[in-house]
Nanobody
Framework: QVQLVESGGGLVQAGGSLRLSCVAS????????MAWYRQAPGKQRELVAD???????NYADSVKGRFTISRDYAKNTVYLQMNSLKPEDTAVYYC?????????????WGQGTQVTVSS
């Protein structure tokens, strides 16, 4: 079992910055993906960015150049640095981990943290 605890959400003005953190505890294999998703009211949950255990990153087009995902392997923590925030970035942001143990894939989600960007 893996638990994810997010922090760092809040209210910020357009153009501002926030940094989200997600600490993972439990059994996580060396083969894993950590990611941030978001869900705005009335919309489907969407991938914001992910980072694989080897360090490869992937971003949604809407956040490229503004958001940066990173991870601290020693602390099992993933971060999302969000700069130049826009009102359309307003959403609940969820931390996600996919890990593979004995050829079985496990997906875990955090409880979500609210990010609100005012215009």
């Amino acid at each position: 079992q893996v638990q994810l605890v997010e922090s760092g959400g809040g209210l910020v003005q357009a153009g501002g910055s926030l940094r989200l953190s997600c600490v993972a505890s439990g059994r996580i294999s060396s083969n894993n993906v950590m990611a941030w998703y978001r869900q705005a009211p009335g919309k489907q949950r969407e991938l914001v960015a992910d980072i694989r255990s080897g360090g490869t990153t992937n971003y949604a087009d809407s956040v490229k150049g503004r958001f940066t995902i990173s991870r601290d392997y020693a602390k099992n923590t993933v971060y999302l640095q969000m700069n130049s925030l826009k009102p359309e970035d307003t959403a609940v942001y969820y931390c996600y981990v996919r890990t593979v143990l004995t050829w079985v894939t496990y997906d875990y989600w955090g409880q979500g943290t609210q990010v609100t960007v005012s215009s």
